[in-house]
């Protein structure tokens, strides 16, 4: 079995609400940390086998897929892959077991695992829409 070794981190800087970096679009900013990877490390995207993304509030800038889109933004090819998972509040830490699991299988080389949420664009909250459907069933309701 093949080790699964993390080779860089790298983040924005901390920002809060309303702040310097809230008229950032998350695909936008995301996409800066994807281009640091490639610079601090000297990597051929086109060696990525996948972008995992964790993202708890994907809608508006954080909908259709972010992770892809942010691949797309940093310019990287169209032909490396990525995927956006929702696991709440342990999206990111999920992204990166699911990429340390597929290196580890064997299914890939190389992943960049990622989260984001630029809440001051996306407050929490934004993906509960009840004039479409409260999300949690009568089930969920009677139990909490």
Sequence with gaps: MANAVIVDAV????????????????????????????????????????????????????????GRNMVLAAGWPESVPATTIDRQCGSSQQAMHFGAQGIMAGAYDIVVASGIEAMSRVPMGSSVVRELGYPFGPRVMARY
């Excluded at 702040?19 to 051929?44: F, M, P, Y």
């Design 11 to 66: 983040r924005t800087p901390g920002g809060k609400r309303n702040g310097k970096l809230s008229k950032w679009h998350a695909v936008d900013l995301g996409s800066e940390v994807l281009k640091a990877i490639q610079e601090r490390n000297d990597l051929d995207p086109a060696l990525v086998d996948d972008v995992i993304t964790g993202c708890v509030i994907q809608v508006a800038d954080q909908s259709n897929n972010v």
